[in-house]
């Protein structure tokens, strides 16, 4: 028997890692969390970037953190805590439109531009509940394996399908959104462009093909799976990472920053621990993969230790990543021209799109399509500092975007002779809308696929460690048969993002992962 230091190991202190970690430790287990980072977070961090002004680098929007995991890691009282963002905003040239969280509110709003689109939107949102509401309940399911033909295989797809009989409406609406686009979907239901622009906005999160593709409409129930409602973190998505951090010390789990793993070890088919980049060994029975399964698996892991035809399907597992974030200092908020207070019933757009119609969303992808970057980006300009100031020196404020369509590489060019005119093109949209704000801008900070895939190891800078579409979904993520947070190695696990359900701060996978670490436990 090895000489273990400890029960577990996670390699990567991302949102999900920490999770599992902090789930492991409540176990009573003896956890290591290794981030090669100086801090937690992964894409869920806040970090200072220029003088004095705070912003979340990445993710942004609270919406999917999963409140079973709020409640369970105890997080509020280890220092998380949501603000409201109200409501979402549309503005165009010389208009808005308000989704709010109150029906009647939305109701009026909708009916400004087209009645017969107000009266659809409740029945419209009816029915794509009734598919969320489902995707809610697969969320925490450990998907099956439908070719596993071994009885426990069978028992467990039985067992699915017993929990399920009831929902054939609900999975026939959600074949539908996988593959249908997102303009069909929508135009179903509705006729004004600047309603449907603003549910297909959702669209664009998820894939790297526009809304006008089969498959796209998914992504707007992939949106809306989240439960915890259009929110900030005070403080930013670090304090997320630092509560599930607390959560997990509380219960003896040790982390280790700047403490990057190079190899995960591997002998007679099982693991016995990790190699940092130091030269450092440190052993453990079970690893457990928070880093994407495209740098897992033939990189972290050597590739002689995995089966070629599983490695066939990583290395087909697409995880090009088309968006960009864009942090700005500014010293004024944007003002939206045609944004009114009284027409609206808000005192201001703190979260907005930019997107007026179908065709401006379409039209971003078509440059990305052979190569390009967008010369309209679509934006989603927030104002963090207006729901919380202490982002922000007195008196200034934060807008961050985040926005497509900017491909990981570019043909006949590089991103670094390409980058300030990506800047410009930004920028040009945002004074159309907005004019003036170029001229707030004191400092910012852009971050393309590569410097995210650079600075935190996510493949393609991909936001959710791998596409979502019907191909890498379910049993299928991040390949067939190892949808159950295993993998071909026994005692190595996956926790990260390219896992069921996907990407996102949801937290599900970081807590499905320790649901099947722990349940394999006196096996191994
Ligand atoms: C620009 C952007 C915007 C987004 N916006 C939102 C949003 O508004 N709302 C939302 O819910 N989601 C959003 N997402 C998606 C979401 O942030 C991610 O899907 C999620 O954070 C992934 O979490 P994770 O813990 O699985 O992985 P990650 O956050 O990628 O964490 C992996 C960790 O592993 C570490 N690591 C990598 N390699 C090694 C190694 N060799 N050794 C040790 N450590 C290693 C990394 O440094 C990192 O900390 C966004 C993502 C991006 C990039």
Known sequence: MMDEEYDAIIVGGGHNGLTCGAYLSRAGKKVLVLEAKPYVGGASVTEEFAPGFRASTYSFVLGHLHPKVIDDLEL????????????????????????????????????????????????????????????????LETPINPFDKSPSGLMKTAGFAWRYRNSGKEFY???????????????????????????????????????????????IVSHLTGQFGMRFAKGGMGSIADALRASGEAHGMQVRCSASVDEILVEGGRTRGVRLKSGEDIKA???????GAKVTFGNIVRRQHLPQDFMEHIDGFRTRGMGFKLLCAVDKKPTYKGFDPEKTGVDYPGYAHICPTPEFLERAYDEAKFGWYSSEPFLSPSVPTHFDPSLAPDGKHIVTFQGGVTPYELTNSTWDRERDNLLRNTFSVMDRFAPGFSDSVIDYKLYLPKDIEDDINMPGGNTQHGELTLDQLFYMRPAPGYGDYRSPIDGLYQCGASTHPGGAVSAVNGHNAAREVLKDWKRL
């Open 173 to 219: 609406n959600l074949i539908q959104s996988l593959s249908m686009s997102a303009n069909d979907y929508v135009s179903r239901w509705f006729e004004t462009d600047i309603v449907k622009a603003k549910l297909m906005f959702w669209a664009t999160i998820g894939g790297n093909v526009g809304p006008y593709a089969p498959g796209t409409a998914f992504y």
């Open 76 to 139: 509020e009282k280890f220092g998380f805590e949501a603000v409201p963002m109200g409501e979402t905003c549309n503005p165009t040239e010389n208009d808005c439109i308000v989704f709010s969280s109150d029906p009647k509110k939305t109701y009026e709003q909708i009916a400004r531009f087209s009645k017969k689109d107000a009266e659809n939107y409740p029945k419209f949102f009816a029915r794509l509940q009734s598919t969320v509401k489902l995707m809610r309940e697969l969320q």
């Open 285 to 291: 029975r079970r690893v457990i993969s928070n880093v």
